[in-house]
């Protein structure tokens, strides 16, 4: 009995295809529109959450506080040091790795090539904090770090324009005034959250960038590294309370430090991105709304050209939930391909945002099934009104009709 009746609800469709294509043309725009927000979102916060860990694998960053807009301070300034690090390597539990780090903006030149590359001067963990490996050639030894020797590894952008596909060991670039041998290749991290391109960096000890780039010992950033299974949070807790004692902060008085979390940085930048995604989505499906009133006005035309047959069937003894099945299974079809063929639009546009905007292509099923569902939920609801005056139609009346 469903199937028969599918199947004149299909019968109707096709002997109005033109008409029916322009109905459920409200659907498709509707549930393309739908699926494409949705889709392209859920890409964005996965590119959002991958930049945010490639800075490395549940990092905390640590560096001095800045005075407000306006120069004023409820705080004693102070710029890391030593001390600081010493303090968190000691006093730290739960840190799997921490690095004192400085970073500038230096001319790098090899040959008759030059670029403005990041160039940082860390120790060993810093390697373990972010997370970060190497493609080719060694990382500075321990006795190298200490004396301060002029080697350095690079990242995959210098290499790429310093040696193209060409073997950089050994060879010895300038980094501001200083020639300094690259003895390695960083892997690549790409564009980092913040759209900074993370592989344009040269990495040294920090001893060699402290005496021969910037000529003070000045240290920017600490990156802790929490161990796997140890809450962030937790961390960050503890780094403040040994900051505060190592930095001799009064009680009540506020830190002259800024510990971040960037686990915590992803998530919000997540949910923003999110919650951006939900209100497009909801914009978007207004349309859906609009495609339901005009299955509802097609499916009134559709009920008042039929009348005559709606009162034959009823006069040989079809039922009046006969007939309200058969405008509610042919406005429920009619629906379902409009949210079918949007769907593949959906998705069709999804990806090739996906490909232009450098995103994952990221559809969700449950968002595909919620679709399908509230397709077949808009061309109830909006159909069941005509199919129950069709329904109610007098057999003796619906026979006069012309």
């Known amino acids: 009995m469903l199937w028969e009746t599918v199947r004149l609800a299909l019968r109707s469709v096709r002997r109005n295809v033109l008409r029916s294509f322009l109905t459920l043309l409200g659907i498709v725009i509707g549930v393309a529109a739908v699926i494409a927000m949705l889709t392209i979102g859920s890409g964005t916060t996965e590119k959002v959450k991958s930049d945010i860990a490639q800075l490395g694998s549940n990092l905390l960053v640590v560096r001095a506080a800045r005075p407000d807009r306006s120069g004023s301070t409820s705080f004693t300034p102070r710029r890391l040091d030593e001390k ?34 990041d160039v940082t001067g860390a120790d060993l963990d810093y390697f373990v904090a972010r997370d970060w490996g190497l493609a080719e050639g060694r990382l500075f030894t321990e006795s190298e770090a200490r004396g301060g020797t002029n080697v350095c590894v690079i990242g995959q952008t210098v290499r790429t324009l310093f040696f193209g596909a060409g073997d950089p060991d050994g060879q010895s670039i300038r980094v501001g005034k200083m020639s300094c041998r690259v003895i390695g290749v960083l892997e690549s991290k790409g564009t980092s959250g913040f759209g900074q391109d993370q592989d344009n960096t040269v990495v040294m000890p920090l001893t060699t960038y402290q005496r021969r780039i910037v000529g003070r010992r000045n240290i920017d950033t600490i990156y802790v590294s929490a161990m796997d299974g140890v809450a962030t949070s937790d961390v960050q807790e503890e780094m403040e309370t040994i900051l505060r004692e190592t930095r001799r902060i009064a009680p009540g008085a506020d830190d002259n430090f800024d510990v971040r979390d960037m686990t915590q940085i992803a998530d919000a930048m997540a949910s923003a991105t999110a919650t951006m995604t939900g209100m497009l989505g909801a914009v978007a499906g207004v349309s859906l709304l609009v495609g339901g009133i005009g299955i509802m006005n097609i499916m009134l035309v559709s009920v008042t050209e039929r009348t005559r047959e709606i009162g034959i069937r ?12 058969q405008f509610l299974v042919e406005a429920t079809v009619l629906s379902l391909l409009g949210g079918l063929i949007g769907i593949a639009i959906g998705l069709a546009l999804a990806g090739a945002a996906s490909l232009a905007l450098a995103i994952p292509f990221a559809p969700s099923p449950a968002v595909i099934l919620l679709a399908v569902g509230f397709s077949a939920l808009i061309g109830m609801v909006f159909g069941f009104f005509p199919a129950l005056r069709g329904a109610r139609l007098d057999p003796i009346v619906a026979l006069r009709h012309e």
């Open 314 to 325: 009823l006069a040989i003894g079809a039922h009046e939930r006969h007939i309200l099945v």
């Open 84 to 117: 600081d690090v010493a303090g968190l390597v000691g006093g730290l539990t739960s840190a799997r790795a921490v690095s004192a780090a400085a970073q500038s903006t230096v001319r790098v030149v090899f040959g008759a090539q030059n670029t403005a590359a």
